[in-house]
C-alpha cells in the first residue's frame, strides 16, 4: 500500500503562484509514474501533468508553459509549480501514483484562484 499527502493548495489571485507537495510512504519501492490530476465543480477529473520515473513529463493543454511537474525520488515526492494561475485553474488538486498494476490517490487539496 501507498499512502499519498498533498500539501500546498491555498488561495492566491490570478497571476499568482502556488507549490503543491505529495509525499508518498508506505510500501514505496516501485513507483513507476506520477502525476497530479484536479477535479472542478460540476466537472470530471482530469489530467494535470505526469511524471515517469526516468523524469519524461506530460502536461494538458490547459497548463502547459504555465505548470511545472518534478518529482524527488529520493524523498518520495512530487512536486507540482503553477505560475501564472487563472481563475479556471481553480479545483481539488490530486496526487496519483502508479505502482505496477495499482493505483493510488491522496486525499486532495484545494486550490482557489480569485479576480
Known amino acids: 500500500q501507498v499512502q499519498l499527502v498533498e500539501s500546498g493548495g491555498g488561495l492566491v489571485q490570478a497571476g499568482g503562484s502556488l507549490r503543491l507537495s505529495c509525499a508518498a510512504s508506505g510500501t514505496i519501492f516501485s513507483i513507476n509514474a506520477m502525476g497530479w490530476y484536479r477535479q472542478a465543480p460540476g466537472k470530471q477529473r482530469e489530467l494535470v501533468a505526469h511524471?515517469?520515473?526516468?523524469?519524461?513529463?506530460i502536461y494538458a493543454a490547459s497548463v502547459k508553459g504555465r505548470f511545472t511537474i518534478s518529482r524527488d525520488n529520493a524523498k518520495n515526492a512530487v512536486y507540482l509549480q503553477m505560475n501564472s494561475l487563472k481563475l479556471e485553474d481553480t479545483a481539488v488538486y490530486y496526487c496519483?501514483?502508479?505502482?505496477?498494476?495499482?493505483?493510488?490517490w491522496g486525499q486532495g487539496t484545494q486550490v482557489t484562484v480569485s479576480s
Open positions: 511524471i515517469s520515473s526516468s523524469g519524461s513529463t
Open positions: 496519483r501514483a502508479l505502482q505496477g498494476g495499482n493505483q493510488y
